[in-house]
């Protein structure tokens, strides 16, 4: 079987948890059509580059498919026909990559940076003074 990496943009209008069942789909398709999917990412709801159908946000999903490529056509055919699914991409790659896509990584550095900021500010907020002090 071949490896593929598929990202697909949804409507803004509907929830995460749309999202989340629109992937669980996604991946009991790809099981009845004798494929696996790898990991899911939900990207979260993020900015597009440019307009599409009038909208200018789009809820972000990424999933590995260990799949035949019978199986990606029809899951490209299905999603043509659904509704809140705005783009889709599906690109075959030669290993799926099983560590968080750049798109998490980044996220999670911000939280890690915002974390150390803010803890640093509680720190300097306390007494001001610090241990070991004049004699």
Same mark, same amino acid.
């Given at each position: ?14 929830? %995460? ?82 560590? %968080?896509? %750049? ?33």
């Amino acid at each position: 079987m071949a490896y593929y990496e598929h990202v697909l943009i949804a409507r803004p209008e509907i929830s %995460p948890q749309q999202v989340d069942a629109l992937v669980e789909d996604i991946t009991n398709t790809i099981k009845e059509l004798g494929g696996a999917v790898g990991k899911t990412e939900y990207w979260g709801l993020r900015n597009l580059t440019y307009r599409i159908r009038k909208n200018r946000k789009g809820h972000y999903a990424l999933l590995n498919l260990d799949c035949p490529p019978t199986a990606v056509h029809e899951l490209e055919r299905r999603l043509k026909i659904n509704e809140d699914v705005m783009r889709f991409k599906t690109i075959r790659v030669e290993e799926l990559d099983e560590e %968080p896509s %750049p798109i998490l990584a980044r996220r999670d550095r911000e939280e890690r940076r915002r974390a150390r900021r803010e803890g640093g500010r509680d720190g300097e907020e306390g007494g001001g003074e610090f241990e070991g002090g004049e004699d």
